[in-house]
Structure formats: structure tokens, C-alpha cells
């Protein structure tokens, strides 16, 4: 399905790095030293963030002009899809608890995540190295989980880890519907034509 064939709007996809935040710009004092989107490329006017990710994790993040098109990819229609590396060797018993859903915190109450597919990565990807070191081996073991969800609550895939007691240390989104983070680099940008997501 073609979401957006008006050739007016102006679409970009994103490796979003380590660090920044998915805005372009803000006048809180309590940001004036974060980083964000517009200092990695020169945006034209009215281009938002799809969603977004927060300032610690990383990779896909579409941009567009287009506010219908923004309001499809977050709706429940679009899957995401994140690697996330997690504290310890994830076990089984985990993995399904994923699956099935598991509750969290979401505004101060209790919510059950719908069911998703969850599995452990027999690799770790080949990402490039985090400009911020997470840690280091005399720590103990890490995995890396594939998480493909269609719901987006505040940090939703770091509560659901945390939740089945494997805390994520790295997060990276590498797919939104059809659309994939392969090989571009951090900080990378692509302008594109149309966003065909599904």
C-alpha cells in the first residue's frame, strides 16, 4: 500500500545517533544544551519526526511533511521493529513472556503489552560502535533480542526487558513497516521520494 504519492511533500529517512533528541529545535532552559535533529542536516520548514526515539536509543526514524502520512505510521497498522541488547543471556521463559505480553508502567498505571514477536539474535548485529561505551565484558554476558511491535507507549520496549528481568542496554529501531535502517551509518540522511511503508 502506497501511503503518499503527493509529489508536494518531502520525506526523509533517518538513522537517528546516540544522544539526540527527535525534535529540531526548543526554548526550555533545561535544553539548551541537548542536541537535536537539525544539526545533523539541513531540514526544509515543516518537516516532523514520525514518532519518536529517545535521546538514548538509536536508528530509524522517518521525517516527513506530510501530517496524514505521519498519523498512518503511528498508528497500530505499521509495525516497529527494534534490536535491543539486554543485560545478561536472555533465557526462553523470557522470550515467550514477550510474546505474550507482559504488564508495565504507563502513566501511572498498570498496562498489559499486546502480544508481539519476540526472539533471541544468534549474532549481535553489525552495528557501528556506540560513540558512548555501555560496558564491558568483566560485567557478565549481554544478548540481543528482536522486538516487532504495532503500539507505542513512553519507552515501551526498555519497560518490557526490564519487565521480564533483562534490562536493555542498547536500543536500535531497524525497521517501520517495510522500510529497513540496513547499512546507513549514524547520523545518515536519505531524502526520499515516498515513504511506502506497506
Known sequence: MEISKQKQHIHFLLHKP?????QFISNAKHQRNKKFLGALYDFPEGVMAIGRLD?????LL???????????ICSSLIEKEYYVQVDGEITELAIRQLQQGVTI?????????????AFKLEQSPDFAE????IRDSRHGPTSWVSITINEGKFRQVRKMTSAVGFPTLRLV??????????????????KVDVLNVD
Open 173 to 190: 529501531r531497524v525497521r517501520i513497516g517495510n522500510i529497513y535502517l540496513n547499512k546507513m551509518q549514524p547520523g545518515e540522511v536519505i
Open 105 to 117: 508502567g504507563f502513566k501511572g498505571i498498570s498496562y498489559l503489552t499486546k502480544a508481539c514477536r
Open 55 to 59: 535521546k538514548n536509543s538509536e536508528g
Open 62 to 72: 522517518l521525517l516527513t511533511t506530510d501530517g496524514d502520512l505521519s498519523h498512518t
Open 130 to 133: 556506540r560513540t558512548k561505551k
Open 18 to 22: 546516540l544522544g539526540y533528541l527527535s
